[in-house]
Nanobody, 120 residues
Framework: QVQLVESGGGLVQPGGSLRLSCTAS????????MGWYRQVPGKQRELVAR??????YYADSAKGRFTISRDNAKNTVYLQMNSLKPEDTAVYYC???????????????WGQGTLVTVSS
């Protein structure tokens, strides 16, 4: 069983920065995609950024301000968030999957979430 543990959320002023971390542990042979999503009350969870084989993808809201990176040796993904805005306030969730999709060995897991609050 694979688990994800996130850290790095908190309160920051507009224009500030935060760095989120997410580490996978458990029965891991390989990880395909690692990514970050966010959710605010009453809205659907939305993709912020994901990374696969060293190639990042960003939602429009994250482009130019957020940077996703990954340390495969540590099974860890990071999200560096700069120039934060009040509308970035949300619970941020880490997501990862591994194995071959639609096969018995495929897995996908979510972290417990970490709250990011951008406010003065």
């Amino acid at each position: 069983q694979v688990q994800l543990v996130e850290s790095g959320g908190g309160l920051v002023q507009p224009g500030g920065s935060l760095r989120l971390s997410c580490t996978a542990s458990g029965s891991i042979t390989s990880i395909n995609i690692m990514g970050w999503y966010r959710q605010v009350p009453g809205k659907q969870r939305e993709l912020v950024a994901r990374i696969f084989s060293g190639s990042p993808y960003y939602a429009d809201s994250a482009k130019g301000r957020f940077t996703i990176s990954r340390d495969n040796a540590k099974n860890t993904v990071y999200l560096q968030m700069n120039s934060l805005k009040p509308e970035d306030t949300a619970v941020y969730y880490c997501n990862a999957d591994g194995g071959i999709p639609h096969s018995d060995g495929y897995w996908e897991v979510w972290g417990q979430g970490t709250l990011v609050t951008v406010s003065s």
